[in-house]
């Protein structure tokens, strides 16, 4: 299968749907929160039915769509949203290894820091110049609640965002590229005491970021009110105003290296799939 297109608005969308498949084209919906769909091409010709959605995005009101719903007996509600129940532990394990992984592996060494011996557990995952692992262990590592649970919102979102439209490696990709970078500039410009997934969070925000600029006729994987509130959160980490210790050095980074990595991205460079 391949994505063809983005909407914001699963009726419609669905309308357009059972209209290219009244033409030969079999097409199927996907949302994951009831309100955005994707549109993926199951077979057929890419270049009709790309031609075709055009056609919709011109004029999504037009009465054939409605009709081909009517003739295809879709109109009963068939697509069933994926958004209208939470289902979080069905996402869950619907999502690859690697944000599972991360996840798991995150809550595991908090509870064990918890409730076992800190400073020693710190000590195997802290960063160092001479062990190549512990480059990018410090992401695995959180000293509190808020901070666990505020890197792994986002990384589950963001990351899931990023593989499903550009596939598991481009996401292995990110992680490491933004984990050791922001790690090492965070040792670099201050010391070796922090931990965290925040950089590779700031990554993640920079990649969509910037992808979304270079490909503005697809739907945005993070919308500008996000972009907004994580750059100020990033501001502010640098005055102190909230009087929290932050790894900013590691946030910035971390944002800027997912900002190069989306620039040197191939435009439209979309998952496949076979």
């Known amino acids: 299968m391949k994505l063809i297109a983005h909407y ?3 009726r419609l969308a669905q309308g357009a749907v059972d209209y ?12 994951h929160d009831g309100q955005q769909v994707e549109v993926w091409l199951e077979r057929g010709d890419e270049q009709q039915a790309i031609y075709l959605w055009q056609q919709f995005i011109a004029n999504p009101e037009a009465k054939r769509y409605q009709a081909a719903s009517w003739q295809t007996g879709s109109t009963a509600g068939l697509f069933n949203y994926q958004g209208q129940k939470l289902n979080l532990v069905q996402r869950f394990l619907t999502l690859n290894w690697l944000l599972q992984g991360v ?3 995150s809550i595991i060494v908090f509870i064990t820091m918890l409730f076992g011996d800190a400073n020693h557990i710190f000590s195997l995952f802290r960063f160092s110049l001479d ?4 480059w990018i262990t410090p992401t695995l590592i ?3 609640a808020i901070h666990l649970i505020f890197n792994l919102s986002w990384w589950l979102h963001l990351g ?8 598991l490696w481009s996401l292995i990709c990110i992680y490491f590229v933004t984990g050791i970078t ?3 500039m965070q040792f670099v410009f201050v010391d070796a005491n922090f931990g965290g997934l925040s950089g ?7 990649f969509c970021w910037i992808i979304g600029h270079k490909n503005p006729q697809q739907l945005p994987l993070v919308s500008k009110p996000i972009v907004g509130f994580m750059l100020l959160w990033m501001l502010f980490g640098f005055t102190d105003t909230f009087f929290i210790s932050m790894a900013n050095w590691a946030h910035l980074f971390g944002l800027l290296s997912g900002m190069f990595i989306a620039a040197c991205w191939p435009n439209n460079q979309n998952k496949r799939e076979a």
Do not use: D, M
């Open 103 to 105: 996840f798991a592996v």
């Open 142 to 144: 959180h000293f509190s």
């Open 182 to 184: 922001s790690n090492f």
């Open 160 to 167: 899931a965002q990023v593989s499903k439209r550009f596939g």
């Open 20 to 31: 290219i498949k009244t033409q030969g084209i079999e097409c199927i919906l996907r949302s």
């Open 8 to 10: 914001h608005n699963p």
């Open 200 to 206: 590779v969070v700031y990554g993640l925000l920079g």
């Open 131 to 134: 062990k190549p692992w512990a």
